[in-house]
Nanobody, 123 residues
Framework: VQLQASGGGLVQAGGSLRISCACP????????MGWFRQAAGKEREFVAA????????LYADSVKGRFTISKDNAKNLAYLQMNSLKPEDTAVYYC?????????????????WGQGTLVTVSS
């Protein structure tokens, strides 16, 4: 399964950006999805996760209240809406498909990963 993340770019602090993750065919319909990010020189960290039907969501404390994860099974897409962006949100953002149907925070729960999309927040 090859996931395709897109929508990254340069945005000013306080701005908004929505990034997307496309799943081939309907491979992600019955699976939870997640977003992780990796800043330069740092470990990849959990950002947000959603269950297969969108009922359950999880967020890292650092993004709670600012980011929203969603999933459109009809379009085979997952999204991460990012508001009130901060310079410390600058990172490569990766989408991933959960091995199961729930929402999960640990990397080992995810079987497939996208190539990443760069989000840069200027101060």
């Amino acid at each position: 399964v090859q996931l395709q993340a897109s929508g990254g770019g340069l945005v000013q602090a306080g701005g908004s950006l929505r990034i997307s993750c496309a799943c081939p065919r309907r491979t992600c319909t019955n699976n939870g999805m997640g977003w992780f990010r990796q800043a330069a020189g740092k470990e990849r960290e959990f950002v947000a996760a959603i269950s297969w039907n969108g009922v359950s969501t999880l967020y890292a404390d650092s993004v709670k209240g600012r980011f929203t994860i969603s999933k459109d099974n009809a379009k085979n897409l997952a999204y991460l809406q990012m508001n009130s962006l901060k310079p410390e949100d600058t990172a490569v953002y990766y989408c991933a498909q959960n091995r199961g149907s729930g929402a999960a925070t640990i990397r080992e729960s995810y079987a497939y990963w996208g190539q990443g999309t760069l989000v840069t927040v200027s101060s």
